[in-house]
């Protein structure tokens, strides 16, 4: 009898959930990255399609930072077909993840799986990358295809920053990415401030002048980056903003982020 093998990037299953708002439709999605069998929220906008789609990448590790499903409900609402991967290891996937080393392929088969669905419109998919999740975003527009345009929110631009601002952090990156001094690389993989020369998609950074998580430094370390580099981006900073915005501005910054993805996309590649 002949074996089922895996694919990465496979499709699994598709499960309606329960949806809090009217023309929203909510599904857990299964799908494989590196023969694990990981999971996702799928947000998909009720009428006439397809449409384009979103993947956002939640920053944070296991419970801490778990996507919410208002958050990407609100994304949808802006008429984009939205994806929430839930990285290897949380609510019910496959494996461990390891704060966007290779639980970045969770992000790079999402890709292909969203690429895939009927309800949406063929082509690049763009991403929303927020704390960590950034960096899964970026490293996703470095070295994976089908990628763009990428928005950085509140996002982790240099991880051995983070290691050295995050004291309460630092037990957890020793074990998960290892020793800043013994594993430099590891750490430098993770930190798209040193190598923003290397992606070739439009960045929009968003980022809250106060925000107590990530520091600041962070997007303006990238956002010269990008500049010395000769990329293109736009830089939005919330004055007196913390890591996570109030409701009415993050509905503004939202609205934002989104003009600035329709834009993109409409211009010819």
Same mark, same amino acid.
């Given at each position: 009898?002949?074996?089922?093998?895996?694919?990465?990037?496979?499709?699994?299953?598709?499960?309606?959930?329960?949806?809090?708002m009217?023309?929203?439709?909510?599904?857990?999605?299964?799908?494989?990255?590196?023969?694990?069998?990981?999971?996702?929220?799928?947000?998909?906008?009720?009428?006439?399609g397809?449409?384009?789609?979103?993947?956002y990448?939640?920053?944070?590790?296991?419970?801490?930072?778990?996507v919410?499903?208002?958050?990407?409900?609100? !994304?949808?609402?802006?008429?984009?077909?939205?994806?929430?991967?839930?990285?290897?290891g949380?609510?019910?996937?496959?494996?461990?993840?390891?704060?966007?080393?290779?639980?970045?392929?969770?992000?790079?088969?999402a890709?292909?799986?969203?690429?895939?669905?009927?309800?949406?419109?063929?082509?690049?998919?763009?991403?929303?990358g927020?704390?960590?999740?950034?960096? !899964?975003?970026?490293?996703?527009?470095?070295?994976?295809?089908?990628?763009?345009?990428?928005?950085?929110?509140?996002?982790?631009?240099?991880?051995?920053?983070?290691?050295e601002q995050?004291?309460?952090?630092?037990?957890?990156l020793?074990?998960?990415?290892?020793?800043?001094?013994?594993?430099?690389?590891?750490?430098?993989?993770?930190?798209?401030?040193?190598?923003?020369?290397?992606?070739?998609?439009?960045?929009?950074i968003?980022?809250?002048?106060?925000d107590?998580?990530?520091?600041?430094?962070?997007?303006?370390?990238?956002a010269n980056?990008?500049?010395?580099?000769?990329?293109?981006?736009?830089?939005a900073?919330?004055?007196?903003?913390?890591?996570?915005?109030?409701?009415?501005?993050?509905?503004?910054?939202?609205?934002?982020?989104?003009?600035?993805?329709?834009?993109?996309?409409?211009?010819?590649?």
């Amino acid at each position: 009898m002949a074996q089922f093998v895996l694919q990465d990037g496979q499709l699994l299953s598709k499960e309606q959930i329960r949806c809090f708002m009217k023309h929203i439709s909510l599904y857990i999605l299964t799908y494989v990255s590196q023969g694990l069998k990981v999971k996702g929220l799928l947000a998909v906008p009720d009428g006439s399609g397809p449409l384009p789609a979103v993947i956002y990448c939640r920053g944070g590790i296991k419970r801490v930072g778990m996507v919410r499903k208002r958050r990407i409900v609100s !994304m949808a609402q802006r008429g984009f077909v939205v994806f929430a991967p839930y990285y290897r290891g949380n609510e019910g996937g496959e494996g461990r993840e390891d704060f966007a080393g290779e639980d970045r392929y969770d992000l790079f088969h999402a890709i292909d799986v969203v690429q895939g669905l009927d309800e949406v419109v063929p082509g690049p998919v763009s991403l929303i990358g927020f704390s960590r999740g950034a960096v !899964m975003a970026m490293r996703a527009a470095r070295e994976y295809s089908g990628v763009g345009p990428v928005v950085v929110w509140g996002g982790v631009s240099d991880m051995l920053d983070t290691y050295e601002q995050r004291v309460d952090l630092r037990r957890m990156l020793k074990r998960v990415v290892g020793h800043p001094k013994k594993q430099v690389e590891a750490y430098m993989d993770r930190s798209p401030a040193l190598w923003a020369k290397e992606v070739h998609t439009p960045i929009y950074i968003v980022h809250g002048t106060k925000d107590s998580q990530v520091d600041i430094g962070h997007a303006r370390k990238l956002a010269n980056a990008l500049e010395e580099a000769g990329k293109p981006y736009t830089m939005a900073l919330y004055a007196g903003l913390d890591h996570r915005f109030p409701r009415k501005e993050d509905e503004k910054a939202l609205d934002d982020v989104f003009a600035w993805l329709k834009e993109k996309l409409e211009q010819p590649r």
